[in-house]
């Protein structure tokens, strides 16, 4: 399987530590995975797709904006530099994905379920979030459900479960053995948001 992971800012710079333990879990695991910088690949010229066609299965952990996974963000009057986006999902044929990032199911991922009726794309609707104080519990329930979808999981019950996981977070922070945490009421909602944001398509 291949992780690609971008690192430019405070938000992208955790999710690629997330993507650096959730390959060091898949290793454990007996998978063989592939881990890069999706940065450098939006300028790589074929080596996107080289890595692409080697896997079966394709995790992004960074940003993404309602029509792409956002590689470079957007600087000045300089538009954001996509990794991947409706205008070349073709290259996520044959893949199952999941997109850990905001706005993962709604342009890109419609663009995916058009073009490939067999697939299963697994992402968010709106802004997925995390709480920065508690940033382990969300890390944990993502790579928990990453680690499900490597090992079979169908996408329908990845997403199932992992409603019911960000529920049960949710609840630990609001009335739960986490509700003394730093900013258990903040986490509470973030996690409950990401509860009612996840998809999957087609």
Same mark, same amino acid.
């Given at each position: 399987?291949?992780?690609?992971?971008?690192?430019?800012?405070?938000?992208?710079?955790?999710?690629?530590?997330?993507?650096?333990?959730?390959?060091?879990?898949?290793?454990?695991?007996?998978?063989?995975?592939?881990?890069?910088?999706?940065?450098?690949?939006?300028?790589?010229?074929? *080596?996107?797709?080289?890595?692409?066609?080697?896997?079966?299965?394709?995790?992004?952990?960074?940003?993404?904006?309602?029509?792409?996974?956002?590689?470079?963000?957007?600087?000045?009057?300089?538009? *954001?530099?996509?990794?991947?986006?409706?205008?070349?999902?073709?290259?996520?044929?044959?893949?199952?994905?999941?997109?850990?990032?905001?706005?993962?199911?709604?342009?890109?991922?419609?663009?995916?379920?058009?073009?490939? *009726?067999?697939?299963?794309?697994?992402?968010?609707?709106?802004?997925?979030?995390?709480?920065?104080?508690?940033?382990?519990?969300?890390?944990?329930?993502?790579?928990? *459900?990453?680690?499900?979808?490597?090992?079979?999981?169908?996408?329908?019950?990845?997403?199932?479960?992992?409603?019911?996981?960000?529920?049960?977070?949710?609840?630990?922070?609001?009335?739960?053995?986490?509700?003394?945490?730093?900013?258990?009421?903040?986490?509470?909602?973030?996690?409950?948001?990401?509860?009612?944001?996840?998809?999957?398509?087609?």
């Amino acid at each position: 399987m291949l992780v690609l992971a971008t690192n430019y800012d405070c938000g992208s710079y955790s999710t690629s530590t997330w993507a650096a333990t959730l390959q060091a879990d898949l290793i454990g695991l007996g998978h063989i995975c592939l881990l890069l910088d999706a940065t450098a690949l939006c300028r790589g010229g074929l *080596s996107l797709q080289d890595a692409v066609e080697c896997v079966d299965y394709v995790v992004y952990c960074g940003h993404g904006l309602q029509d792409e996974w956002t590689a470079l963000p957007a600087l000045g009057n300089r538009p *954001s530099i996509p990794l991947v986006d409706s205008s070349s999902v073709n290259i996520l044929s044959g893949r199952k994905v999941y997109a850990c990032c905001c706005w993962s199911v709604t342009g890109l991922g419609a663009a995916y379920a058009n073009r490939f *009726s067999h697939g299963e794309y697994i992402g968010y609707d709106r802004p997925f979030g995390f709480e920065k104080d508690n940033e382990s519990e969300f890390r944990n329930v993502v790579i928990d *459900s990453v680690a499900a979808f490597v090992q079979g999981d169908p996408a329908a019950k990845v997403v199932n479960d992992l409603a019911y996981e960000w529920d049960r977070l949710s609840n630990a922070f609001s009335q739960g053995k986490l509700k003394y945490r730093r900013n258990a009421i903040q986490a509470a909602y973030v996690a409950n948001n990401n509860k009612q944001r996840i998809r999957h398509v087609p």
